[in-house]
């Protein structure tokens, strides 16, 4: 079971090492990132190898990408698309890894689900956020596999070679705890910042009698 569970364990240890140095060179000080990752679940969940193309599983990719997990299910559910119904599988296992594995999805068990906040999204729309701890798909991206071969046999004992490509689909299952903190970012910045004027009060310089045309 251990080496199932670790087959190289002197990476791991290079890797821990690693991470020891890093922290004494910080002064045992926590960058932003490792502050965020403390206090905020995610889960990144990697499917076998399907028999599709990348170009036809990138346009499922990108439609269920920054949607909740239940419309992200939905989606799928109705999608004409053949390989939709695989998306949809995995996209379910990686929900169930997530609650159960990272304890995600457990707000309204638990009564941590918060007050109804109203968040601003990067590109612009306003959704409601009734449970901070509702799961949504942050990011959704596609990675190529190998290819198969096949043989298609035709007539006068001719026969074409068949490249059949694989591909997978990676998600990266987020609360909606992040988006409530990037929101509050993005307004805490834009009060932050500065008045633009088109004419800043500067002397003007470099004066001439003539154009230097």
């Not at 004409?80 to 990272?102: C, S, T």
């Not at 109804?116 to 990067?122: A, D, F, G, N, R």
């Not at 932050?192 to 230097?212: C, E, F, G, I």
């Amino acid at each position: 079971m251990a080496r199932a569970l670790d087959p190289m364990p002197q990476l791991t240890r290079r890797w821990l090492r690693r991470q020891v140095v890093r922290r004494v060179q910080r002064g045992g000080r926590l960058s932003a990132r490792d502050k965020v990752r403390r206090t905020e679940r995610q889960h990144e969940y990697r499917s076998p190898l399907l028999k599709t193309s990348a170009k036809k599983l990138n346009l499922l990719a990108r439609q269920v990408a920054g949607k909740p997990v239940d419309e992200a299910l939905l989606q799928m559910r109705f999608s004409r698309k053949k390989v939709a119904q695989e998306v949809r599988d995995h996209l379910e296992m990686a929900r169930d890894e997530a609650v159960v594995m990272r304890g995600m999805g457990l707000g309204k068990a638990e009564g941590t689900a918060g007050d109804p906040t109203e968040v601003e999204l990067k590109n612009g729309q306003r959704r409601l956020v009734t449970d901070r701890t509702g799961i949504y798909v942050a990011e959704a991206w596609v990675t190529k596999g190998s290819y198969g071969l096949f043989m298609d046999y035709r007539a006068r004992g001719r026969r074409n070679r068949l490249r059949i490509p694989y591909t997978r689909i990676n998600y990266i299952l987020k609360e909606e705890h992040t988006r409530v903190r990037e929101h509050q970012e993005r307004e805490r910045k834009r009060a932050n910042r500065k008045l633009w004027v088109p004419l800043p009060d500067r002397p003007v310089t470099a004066q001439h009698q003539y154009y230097k045309w």
